[in-house]
DNA sequence: ACCCAGGCCAGAC
DNA sequence: GTCTGGCATGGG
């Protein structure tokens, strides 16, 4: 188990073996930060600007106070040991494959409403457009914030969007998704579809209550459930999951694995989009 | 010009 | 219940 201390501004950490920073916030989980010139990760999160360092085995999160500490370990799910459940990926041999190429991937917990947002956007849409649209709408909402060279914009709560409507919202240039904000926020702020009750359904009770979002399928559904709510063991399906699944797992992740089939998820996501040939006319 | 993008909705069978 | 076209916009 990792242990946090602070000192002048700065939290650190040691982190778990084959953590990588650089590959949990590229591998395509988050699109909250951007890297700096030199080795670090920006971001306006948790309502303040921070800077993300890793060197060797010690994470620093700079801008921070001790309250932080909280939020940070829950964000990196650090209560989580990687180290057996690894074990059982590796003994996979399509998914070994996979984990080794990038063993430094965790899967995040990010914050709900900035989650939900944010895949809503990304149906049907390009990373740069969606940097774009997402950026443009923490500059309007957002509250802003600077750390050393960098300043930015939070990404907005509910309530700091509360009053918006498709009309107000184009300015984002979203298109056709700017209705499914509109029902997002309305749900949020009026307490329909919260994390906080979420957490006290189980899992297919919770994506049924995601489904009542207009623009929330089950595939923004379930990366909600897996990247915001921490249900590991929910894996989102886009097509290319799903001919994996055909090809490699007709009856289903191996029982060992199951449980954490979002994971395995996210580690053969990351080596597929770096290996793309590899995966062409598979089923 | 053309195709595509971590999908979803509405309407047609 | 399952299938298909259309969707707003802009990057490559």
Known sequence: MNSWQFNNGVLKTNVPPAFSLDACLSCGQTFLFTKTKSDGWHGAVNGKAILLKQQS?????ENSTEEDIPFWHNFFAFDVDYAPLQTAFVKD??????VLFEPGIRVLRQPFFETLLMFIISQNNNIPRISGIVGRLCEAYGTPVSYKNFSGHTFPTAQQMASCTVESLAFLRAGFRAKYIVDAVQCVTKGTVTQERLA???TEEARKLLLQIKGVGPKVADCVLLFACGRFEVCPMDVWM???MQTYY????PAEIEPFAGIAQQYLFHYARHNATLFDDKG
Not at 57 to 61: K, P, R
Not at 93 to 98: C, D, K, Q
């Open 57 to 61: 085995d010690i994470l620093y999160i």
């Open 250 to 253: 007709p009856n289903g992740f």
């Open 93 to 98: 041999e399509f998914l070994a494959n996979a």
């Open 200 to 202: 006290t359904l189980n």
């Open 242 to 244: 799903m001919r994996v």
